[in-house]
Each structure stands twice: as C-alpha cells, then as structure tokens.
C-alpha cells in the first residue's frame, strides 16, 4: 500500500522537472538571440563627426546633420607646460605655436624664474598707483660712450679789453666840442675838443719867465716844460710857446684810439657795454662851455676790430664745457670764423637766470660782424662715458625722476638718480641694473603724473 502512495508522487516531481527545463531552454535561446541583435556600447570611448565636431555620442553612428560616418574622438593629453611670446608675455598657451600680434615663436615658460614666486593675481590686488598692466616696449640700461655736443645761443658784444678811455689832464672850461653823437666813429690823433684852462695859463706864463730871465736855469727851465705835457700840451707845442715866447690859449684834447665814441659825463649807463643797434642815435652828454675836473674821464672809445660772442650755457651743461672747447658760430648760417674756442668761463650764474656764460673772442678787421648780432653756437668737448637709457624712458617730477621696471608681466615705478644728457639720452647714476627691463616710453604708463609712488 505505501509503495502505491509514493509511485504518483515521483511522477509529478518528474514532470515538474521537466518543465523547469524546457523554460531554462527557452530563455537562453531567448538571451543568444539578443546578443546577435544588438551591439553592445563601448566602454570610455567617444564618437564624433569630422566635420561636425560638435557631435559626441557613446557609441558609433552616423551625424544626424551630413550622415558621415562618426569616428573615435581622441582624447587630448594635458601637460603643465606653459608657453608664451618673448615680446608679448601676456600671450600665455598650453601649447607651442606662434604669437598672434608678432607672430614669433612661442617659447616655453620657464618654472624656476624667481620673478614668478609672486603670483600675477597677487600683483594685481596691490595699490593701482603702484603697478601699471600695460605691453609697452621694454629696453635695458646700456654702457656707452657718447659724443658731448652742445647748443647754445648768444649775443655779440664789444670786447671791454679793446675800450679806451680820454681824460682831461687839465681843469678848465670846454671851448670848443669838436665830436657830437654817440657812437659816431673817431681816429687816432683826432682833435675831439679845446679847453681853456686858466692853470695852464699860469704854467705857461711861468715857464715863459723862466726863459726870459733864468735861461741858464736848466734844471729849473726842464721841470717847467715837464709841467706843462702833464697838463695835456703836446711836445710840439711846448716848443711853440719856447720859440715864440707866448701862452697858448686853449689845451686841445686829442684821441689815442680808433673806433666808435661814447661819452661819460654824467651818463653812468655809458659804462656798460651797449649795443648800437639797441639804442637811437643820441647827442652827447658833454656840451661846449661845460666845466671839467683835472683827470675826468670825458669819452670811451670803443674798437670793433675785436669783439666777444658771450654764449648762455645752462647751469646742468657746465661740468660738460671747458676753457678750450671747440666752439662753432653762425651768424645768419654764416660762419663766423675757423678754429675758435672758448677762451673763458664766467665764474657765477647771472641773477635771476640759470646759465653761466662762456666767452668766444673773434677778430672783426672789416666790421663785418655787428654789436647786439644774435648768433648760434654749436660747443664740442670731450666724448662721455657712462651708463644711459633713452631720456623718453624717464618721468620728470621735479624733485625726482622715475622709471617703469617690469615685474611679472607689470610695470612698477622706481627712483633714479640721473646726470647729463646728451643726444636726447640720459645718464643714469644710480637706481637701475643693467638686468632691469624698463619701459621705453614712459609716458605711455601714466595719465597724470600724481598716481606714481614709489618705495625706494
């Protein structure tokens, strides 16, 4: 009996089984049929159009807008070098190629540059009136030995050496004035006035004595005509009065000298040297039946054969001239001679003026050159050696000067101490490395002076 119960039961368990597999059979050939259908997505890759970059898909395919087949997109590689244009540092890429402004050569940026350890962002959130962002030109201070040629301008004038003054050797009245104008042009030997002098009457009258009663009184006889040349007569004329035993009336006054007249009487002005081609032609000061003082200079007489040109020099130019210096004039864009030089330098500045004056001594024979003539010089001297920077590269504050130094792709303003220039260069004394890169226009870093300060 219980074998009959256990039969039944083993025949549905066996057809369960059955079952189970027939189903297990179904779907595996359910599965292998899917895997030949469809294409499994690739894993990390990406497909693009070459002509349409812009389409990235997982999988491959073809573009929805020219149907080209997609292709497998290539992965860029990164790389931390950095390269820039040595020209323009702000041009800054993760690859080599050409500047896009100079087109030059774009050259890797170097890590170890001890500039870089302060960041640019750093730099640029400091004070605006300590850093200016620009792309200017950059130069470098430079040694070099500089021809001094300097310019300057001046005036002719009468060269005070070449004045000669006529006195009166007696006291007495002005009879006869035989000159009348200033500046008229007089000649040695020529009689200029008469003077009666009643102490040269007397002198005469004396020795005019002595001949008639004291004749053997030579010594006595020898002081009286010695007398009577101080008092202003001639030679001649005191052998006149000898011959003819009588007085002559009037002393004459005659001039030593050649050249243009000026008189002193009263007129301090005269003293100075005046131009002919400033003032009007005036009468003398000294008129007939005036009264003169033994010893009184009455006229100056002054030559033109040699005259002066005085140039202005600036106070800043003086160390770069000296006694000797080549000097060439023009006058009109005429030379005004070979071989001149400068013969002597005024040892102070003139009052209320910043220039010191050199003097150049020409020779005039003809009268060619005129007194008050502006003229142009051009003084050569010694050559100079030094450090200079184009004198565009400073920024004049009056109590300062300052530069524009490159830091980090910036310009940073710094103090310098400057000298001479010449040949629109400017001499740096100190305050600057031949290694510091400075802008070559200043002017192009600022747009008024105030912003600028400087920590040195």
């Not at 009996?1 to 359910?30: F, G, Q, Y």
């Not at 800054?92 to 962002?121: S, W």
């Not at 000298?257 to 003293?271: I, K, R, V």
């Not at 310098?416 to 220039?421: E, K």
Request: charge should be negative.
């Amino acid at each position: 009996m219980r074998l009959l119960k256990i039969v039944p039961i083993l025949l549905i368990l066996n057809s369960c089984n059955s079952t189970n597999e027939n189903e297990n059979h179904d779907i595996k050939e359910h599965d292998n049929n899917d895997h030949e259908n469809h294409v499994v997505p690739s894993q990390g890759k990406k497909y693009t159009c070459p002509m349409h970059p812009e389409i990235i898909k997982d999988e491959p395919g073809q573009c929805p807008i020219c149907k080209m087949d997609l292709v497998e997109k290539k992965e860029e590689i990164s790389s931390d070098k950095k390269y820039t244009c040595p020209m323009h540092p702000e041009i800054i890429q993760d690859k080599p190629g050409i500047c896009p402004k100079c087109k030059m050569d774009l050259v890797e940026m170097q890590n170890n540059d001890p500039k870089t350890t302060e960041t640019e962002i750093d730099i640029l959130l400091k004070p605006t009136n300590k850093y200016v962002v620009s792309q200017v030109k950059t130069i470098s201070m430079k040694e070099n030995t500089i021809p001094v040629v300097i310019q300057s301008t001046g005036k002719i004038y009468y060269d005070t050496r070449e004045i000669s003054t006529i006195s009166s050797k007696v006291a007495g009245r002005i009879e006869k004035l035989f000159v009348k104008y200033k500046y008229q042009t007089v000649s040695k030997g020529q009689k200029l006035m008469d003077i009666y002098s009643k102490e040269l009457l007397t002198e005469q009258e004396n020795y005019i004595y002595l001949l008639k009663n004291d004749l053997e009184n030579t010594t006595l006889i020898k002081t009286a005509e010695d007398r009577l040349l101080l008092q202003g007569l001639t030679s001649d004329q005191v052998k006149k009065v000898k011959n003819e035993k009588k007085a002559i009336e009037y002393v004459s006054v005659y001039s030593n000298f050649s050249g243009h007249l000026h008189d002193l009487l009263g007129d301090a002005s005269t003293a100075q040297m005046t131009s002919m081609n400033t003032q009007p032609q005036q009468e003398l000061l000294i008129r007939e039946g005036m009264y003169v003082q033994k010893g009184q200079a009455v006229f100056n007489v002054y030559s033109t054969n040699k005259l002066w040109a005085l140039l202005n020099i600036y106070a800043d130019k003086q160390s770069l001239i000296a006694k000797g210096n080549k000097a060439n004039l023009t006058l009109d864009g005429v030379d005004l001679g070979e071989n001149l030089k400068i013969d002597f330098i005024e040892p102070e500045i003139k009052p209320g003026e910043n220039t010191i004056t050199a003097r150049v001594y020409l020779s005039n024979p003809n009268n060619t050159i005129k007194v008050g003539s502006n003229v142009k010089a051009t003084i050569s001297s010694d050559n100079k050696n030094g450090n200079f920077i184009p004198i565009t590269s400073v920024i004049d504050l009056g109590s300062s000067k300052v530069v524009f130094i490159r830091e980090n792709n910036l310009f940073k303003a710094y103090k310098i101490i400057t000298g001479n220039i010449l040949d629109n260069m400017i001499e740096v004394i100190s305050g600057l490395g031949e290694s510091d890169l400075i802008a070559e226009n200043a002017q192009l870093l600022m747009d008024s002076e105030s912003f600028i300060k400087t920590e040195n």
